[in-house]
């Protein structure tokens, strides 16, 4: 099982903690959430593999870079919705497929509602893109749905994780490793990330 790789950045420490501002509105958090995004991804890219591209510059021919297998980006609706722009912007030759997991929250248990995914996912690069990381079962019924289609290189991509997910998903799925740009402390008696920073599809598109 891979360590989960959390960002350590100023940058980062600041809009988290926009984040969990209570008071903060739904147009900054989403912006937050946005700029968490595209750092959190810049991350999952660093191993990326590139090709060689030749490039004209108004001075000289060089050689430059196209990425080889871009990843096929997964949010999972709601909250994950938030991150889709951000990640696509970083990375925009990607292929997005959706899935809506709603947790049931007496249960905690994963609600599926929706799925739209290539009908292949082998060979290809998956980020499932997620806020939060909670009890892990949202992520990990996400991996075993792309698991059924061949996904074997699944990345998951959070804002912020409990030490409770990060665990299941590594007895879930080994193989995949959690990005994020915090850990914290617990989980509540409700499921609930503590310090945390709340309901995150709530807090970005409003209570239901
Ligand atoms: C949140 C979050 C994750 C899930 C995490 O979604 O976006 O999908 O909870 O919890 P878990 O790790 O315990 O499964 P929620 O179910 O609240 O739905 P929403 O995105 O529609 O608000
Ligand atoms: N889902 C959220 O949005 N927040 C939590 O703290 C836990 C699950």
């Known amino acids: 099982m891979a360590e989960p790789q959390v960002l350590r950045h100023p940058?980062?420490?600041?809009?988290m903690t926009t984040l969990r501002d209570e008071t903060t509105d739904r147009a900054t958090f989403r912006a937050a959430v946005r700029e968490l995004t595209a750092m959190v991804v810049y991350e999952a890219m660093r191993d990326a593999a590139t090709t060689p591209l030749e490039v004209r510059t108004p001075v000289a021919t060089t050689t430059g870079a196209q990425l080889a297998n871009p990843p096929v980006l997964v949010p999972v609706l709601r909250a994950g919705l938030g991150m889709a722009e951000a990640a696509?912007?970083?990375?925009?030759?990607?292929v997005m497929g959706f899935v809506g997991v709603a947790r049931d929250e007496e249960t905690l248990r994963p609600t599926?509602?929706?799925?739209s995914l290539p009908a292949s996912l082998a060979g290809r690069p998956v980020f499932v893109l997620d806020p939060m990381l909670a009890t892990g079962g949202?992520?990990?019924?996400?991996?075993?749905?792309?698991a059924a289609r061949g996904a074997d290189a699944v990345r998951a991509i959070c804002l912020l994780a409990a030490p409770e997910g990060v665990e299941r998903?590594?007895?879930?799925?080994?193989?995949?490793p959690v990005y994020?740009?915090?850990?914290?402390?617990?989980?509540?008696?409700?499921?609930?990330?503590?310090?945390g920073l709340g309901?995150?599809?709530?807090?970005?598109?409003?209570?239901m």
């Open 11 to 15: 940058l980062v420490d600041v809009r």
């Open 88 to 94: 696509h912007a970083q990375v925009p030759g990607a």
């Open 112 to 115: 599926p509602y929706m799925e």
């Open 138 to 146: 949202s992520m990990a019924y996400t991996i075993d749905l792309l």
């Open 169 to 176: 998903l590594a007895q879930a799925h080994p193989s995949v």
């Open 180 to 195: 994020t740009a915090a850990i914290d402390e617990r989980l509540n008696e409700h499921g609930y990330i503590v310090p």
């Open 199 to 207: 309901d995150a599809g709530d807090r970005q598109f409003g209570a």
